[in-house]
């Protein structure tokens, strides 16, 4: 008997290891297939993994029978704590942070006002309309948590589609509402599941908004500590001077705490690693070697690529799984019907804060370049429809057992939830790149500019998102703003709350915690090699 177990768990062994083989295989076609239609811009990764899952799963299906469709079974354990952390921190990591914060109110404007908004909408339409159509026993915490699951967005798309250099605003705007709009989700998903919401009373909906506010600013505080921890401790013992590799190793480290400790604190991990990006970009990756430097931001960005093309290819596989349509089989119309409401929802959700927003953030704003046009707003809108791997990951913590359900409600939303994440993704993914052509052709008037002015400031036409962070030379030229224009000068003002911040920084933060051009030079240092470039 024994002999059997052992064959059996040997068998289990091997089986899991060709699943795990043919899973890196497919990660590793995806990204050819994506490199291979990038010039055309219709199709991004997140497409190509979708697609290639969901041809995957039908292969699967067919092999096994019609007994599963995956070659792993989902675990959210594997998305919230392997997989999603790389990708938030890159985010803050890469971030412009000037851009970010010169238009940080209207960024959590539209992340997180706009989403309480989304969230309100969604929900009620969901105890509205699904009640009539008795799809299960859904209680009222199970409606919410539908709000906060279909409120998190994913505009992968529409930011692969935008020109950073034509619409500067407008990518900072798209990107800084999608990280927000996510952390936000979540923390309203996590509150939801912390209060017994069936018997709901005035005293508990201010304990559950007292909650959320607890969690946005304690998760955002936790990830500011964490970074300037980080900052503090590789600028004091100057890791390089013996070994890069441990620079490069404790700030990989460091972000990854950061997220662990949110989780171990139950607060919000998404807020928290997002910030500790932005706080270890500002000051401890100044604080390292060059080679360190140039290290970090492609580890980074590489696990992040690789984490995103990962989530996408298990849910195209995942989209099939028979078991789940196996429950809702005898009732194919109203699984439909649920899907179709979702979108609707998620339409008139999105549309009733992005446009009154819009105009309230225009009226704070003086200059014209400062505000969003109708057709800027629409693009906005249209960034926010698409849902991906964070709704899937809420779904299945909220209606799954490890990754299984035979209650028919449960099934439903999952399969709901699957269906509007493949049909938003990849047709309205598809349509991204027309649409926002016809909404934003090309200006060749800024096209001329941009080659005629080679002196106008890199802030003004910077975009949020690069691929790696400036030089420091770069840096060093946009530390003081030059207007090319006397209409430049007029329009940007020059005590502004960035004016104030960095006059804090230089006098306060930048000493201790270092960052550029406050690292001394001291034998060993990140500053032994280059020192005068940091002046």
């Known amino acids: 008997m024994a002999i059997g177990i052992l064959n059996s768990l040997l068998a289990?062994?091997?089986?899991?290891?060709?699943?795990?083989?043919?899973?890196?295989?497919?990660?590793?076609?995806?990204i050819v297939i994506g490199h291979l239609l990038e010039e055309s811009r219709w199709m991004n990764e997140s497409i190509t993994a979708l697609v290639i899952g969901v041809c995957t799963g039908v292969v699967i299906l067919l092999t096994t029978g019609g007994k599963s469709s995956h070659l792993l079974v989902f675990s959210e354990d594997l998305?919230?704590?392997?997989?999603?952390?790389?990708?938030?921190?890159?985010?803050?990591?890469?971030?412009?942070?000037?851009?970010?914060?010169?238009?940080?109110?209207?960024?959590?404007?539209?992340?997180?006002?706009?989403?309480?908004?989304?969230?309100?909408?969604?929900?009620?339409?969901?105890?509205?309309?699904?009640?009539?159509?008795?799809?299960?026993?859904?209680?009222?915490?199970?409606?919410?948590?539908?709000?906060?699951?279909?409120?998190?967005t994913d505009s992968v798309c529409t930011l692969q589609v935008l020109n950073q250099d034509e619409t500067?605003?407008?990518?900072?705007?798209?990107?800084?509402?999608?990280?927000?709009?996510?952390?936000?989700?979540?923390?309203?998903?996590?509150?939801?599941?912390?209060?017994?919401?069936?018997?709901?009373?005035?005293?508990?909906?201010?304990?559950?908004?007292?909650?959320?506010?607890?969690?946005?600013?304690?998760?955002?505080?936790?990830?500011?500590?964490?970074?300037?921890?980080?900052?503090?401790?590789?600028?004091?013992?100057y890791f390089g001077r013996h070994s890069t590799d441990r620079e490069v190793a404790l700030m990989i480290l460091m972000a990854y705490l950061s997220y662990m400790l949110a989780e171990l604190f139950y607060l919000s991990g998404i807020l928290t690693v997002f910030f500790c990006g932005i706080v270890m970009s500002h000051y401890t990756w100044h604080n390292v070697t060059e080679s360190s430097r140039v290290t970090t931001k492609h580890a980074f960005a590489t696990l992040s690529f690789v984490a995103?093309?990962?989530?996408?290819?298990?849910?195209?596989?995942?989209?099939?799984?028979?078991?789940?349509?196996?429950?809702?089989?005898?009732?194919?119309?109203?699984?439909?019907?649920?899907?179709?409401?979702?979108?609707?929802?998620?339409?008139?959700?999105?549309?009733?804060?992005?446009?009154?927003?819009?105009?309230?953030?225009n009226l704070t704003k003086k200059a014209p370049h400062e505000k969003i046009e109708f057709k800027q707003q629409v693009t906005i809108w249209w960034a926010g429809l698409m849902r991906g791997a964070v709704s899937m990951a809420l779904a299945y913590n909220q209606f799954t057992s490890l990754g299984h359900t035979q209650v028919r409600g449960n099934a439903m939303m999952i399969t709901s939830t699957i269906t509007v994440v493949l049909f938003s993704t990849v047709v309205f993914g598809l349509m991204t790149k027309p649409l926002v052509r016809i909404l934003l052709p090309s200006p060749k008037h800024l096209s001329r500019m941009l080659s005629s002015e080679p002196t106008t400031p890199?802030?003004?036409?910077?975009?949020?998102?690069?691929?790696?962070?400036?030089?420091?030379?770069?840096?060093?030229?946009?530390?003081?703003?030059?207007?090319?224009?006397?209409?430049?000068?007029?329009?940007?003002?020059?005590?502004?709350?960035?004016?104030?911040?960095?006059?804090?920084?230089?006098?306060?933060?930048?000493?201790?915690?270092?960052?550029?051009?406050?690292?001394p030079f001291v034998p060993g240092s990140p500053t032994e090699q280059n020192g005068p470039q940091w002046q």
């Open 308 to 361: 995103e093309i990962f989530i996408f290819l298990y849910v195209g596989m995942d989209a099939l799984d028979i078991e789940k349509w196996r429950v809702i089989s005898d009732s194919p119309g109203k699984s439909v019907g649920v899907s179709s409401i979702l979108l609707g929802l998620i339409l008139v959700g999105r549309a009733a804060f992005v446009f009154p927003l819009s105009f309230i953030s």
């Open 458 to 519: 890199k802030s003004f036409f910077l975009p949020l998102l690069n691929n790696g962070q400036e030089s420091e030379a770069e840096q060093g030229n946009r530390s003081v703003i030059r207007p090319s224009s006397l209409r430049m000068l007029l329009t940007t003002p020059s005590h502004t709350v960035h004016y104030y911040w960095r006059k804090f920084d230089d006098a306060f933060m930048r000493p201790v915690f270092g960052g550029r051009g406050f690292v």
């Open 79 to 152: 998305f919230f704590i392997y997989l999603l952390p790389p990708i938030i921190f890159n985010a803050g990591f890469q971030v412009k942070k000037k851009q970010f914060f010169r238009n940080f109110m209207t960024i959590m404007l539209f992340g997180a006002v706009g989403t309480l908004i989304s969230f309100g909408i969604i929900s009620a339409g969901a105890i509205q309309f699904f009640k009539e159509l008795h799809i299960g026993d859904l209680q009222i915490g199970d409606y919410l948590a539908i709000g906060a699951i279909f409120s998190a």
């Open 12 to 30: 289990s062994d091997h089986s899991s290891i060709v699943s795990m083989n043919l899973f890196v295989a497919l990660l590793c076609g995806c």
């Open 168 to 237: 500067p605003l407008l990518y900072s705007l798209v990107f800084g509402e999608g990280v927000v709009n996510d952390a936000t989700s979540v923390v309203l998903f996590n509150a939801i599941q912390s209060f017994d919401l069936n018997h709901i009373n005035s005293t508990i909906a201010l304990k559950f908004v007292g909650n959320f506010f607890y969690l946005f600013i304690s998760s955002t505080l936790l990830g500011v500590v964490t970074g300037l921890l980080s900052a503090f401790i590789i600028k004091k013992l």
